[in-house]
């Protein structure tokens, strides 16, 4: 069964940086797009971006969406099993849930077909 | 913001058919890209109802259905049940933002 756990939500201030974690499990993740997903208190749903595996076609290139390209970095430890967010530079406007998610591991589309419990940012001062 | 837009709210009783418009552009939905509908349930991660326009994750109801057509993708719910009452959120690709995955605006279903 997979199991997505993220970790390292908290309080920060504007400026600050945090980094977030997602322990996977019940799939291989070295052969898994993964994404980060986030909501903003009583807001909608936000594609924040997305790494693709390291097989020789994906290359475990990374895309991020327009707000935080250049802030954030996505990356993988593969040997742990675990999927980070490096967010820097943060803005009260980051502020927000943030899901991991897998990219069509069960249904080979480009949905998102697994979600965490999610974990809750706070950029204030 | 969302390049995909949706109803705020609608709502049936008991048993009733509804349905969630999801209007796009030439460059997400009409460009041919598939739409994914989703179900969040309050205070709960969002789960995947609909993937590839129109197919149904294993343990999804037949009671919900997905189509496309043109730059518009639908998502029906027949025989309305009270935990159906939640906020379905469709989502696409977009080829005009740098190869962005685009979430609709969000709608909430209320369960008469």
């Known amino acids: 069964e997979v199991h997505l756990v993220e970790s390292g939500g908290g309080l920060v201030k504007p400026g600050g940086s945090l980094r977030l974690s997602c322990a996977a499990s019940?799939?291989?993740?070295?052969?898994?797009?993964m994404s980060w997903v986030r909501q903003a208190p009583g807001k909608g749903l936000e594609w924040v971006g997305r790494?693709?595996?390291?097989?020789?076609?994906?290359?475990?290139?990374?895309d991020y969406a327009a707000p935080v390209k250049g802030r954030f970095t996505i990356s993988r430890d593969d040997s742990k099993s675990t999927l980070y967010l490096q967010m820097n530079s943060l803005k009260t406007e980051d502020t927000a849930v943030y899901y991991c998610?897998?990219?069509?591991?069960?249904?080979?589309?480009?949905?998102?077909?697994?979600w965490g419990q999610g974990t809750l940012v706070t950029v204030s001062s | 913001q969302s390049v995909l837009t949706q109803p705020p709210s609608v709502s049936g009783a008991p048993g009733q058919r509804v349905t969630i418009s999801c209007t796009g552009s030439?460059?997400?939905?009409?460009?041919?890209?598939?739409v994914h509908w989703y179900q969040q349930l309050p205070g709960t991660a969002p789960k995947v109802l609909i993937y590839?326009?129109?197919n149904r994750p294993s343990g999804v109801p037949d009671r919900f259905a997905g189509s496309k057509s043109g730059t518009s993708a639908s998502l029906a719910i027949t025989g309305l049940q009270a935990e159906d009452e939640a906020d379905y959120y469709c989502?696409?690709?977009?080829?005009?933002?740098?190869?962005?995955?685009?979430f609709g605006t969000g709608t909430k279903v209320t369960v008469l």
């Open positions: 998610s897998t990219v069509g591991v069960s249904t080979g589309g480009y949905d998102f077909d697994y």
């Open positions: 030439s460059s997400n939905i009409g460009a041919g890209y598939d």
């Open positions: 989502q696409s690709f977009d080829s005009s933002l740098s190869g962005s995955y685009v």
């Open positions: 790494i693709k595996s390291k097989t020789k076609t994906d290359g475990g290139t990374t």
């Open positions: 019940g799939f291989t993740l070295s052969n898994a797009w």
């Open positions: 590839g326009n129109t």
